[in-house]
């Protein structure tokens, strides 16, 4: 499985994808949290060495433009 992530407006997406599927990615989930007018979400993600969890962490991007 490859793990890839992007960050735009609307919130911090999480993409998936898997080698049978040559390694197309789709989105898995977008994490966002409303109430913040973000032009763009960051984050960062990390998988454990055996693959089985997957941990992510999101946030607005505070810097200046």
Same mark, same amino acid.
């Given at each position: 499985? =490859?793990? =890839?992530? *992007?960050? /735009?407006g %609307?919130?911090?997406?999480?993409? =998936?994808? $898997? +080698?049978?599927?040559?390694y197309?990615? *789709?989105?898995? %989930?977008?994490?966002? +949290? /409303?109430?913040?007018? =973000? /032009?763009t $979400?960051?984050g *960062? %993600?990390?998988? %454990?060495?055996?693959?089985r969890?997957?941990g992510c962490?999101?946030g +607005?991007?505070h810097?200046?433009?």
């Amino acid at each position: 499985m =490859a793990l =890839a992530t *992007s960050g /735009d407006g %609307t919130g911090f997406h999480v993409l =998936a994808g $898997w +080698e049978q599927n040559g390694y197309v990615c *789709s989105t898995v %989930t977008t994490l966002r +949290e /409303d109430g913040f007018d =973000a /032009d763009t $979400w960051i984050g *960062s %993600t990390c998988v %454990t060495g055996l693959g089985r969890v997957r941990g992510c962490r999101v946030g +607005e991007d505070h810097r200046a433009r």
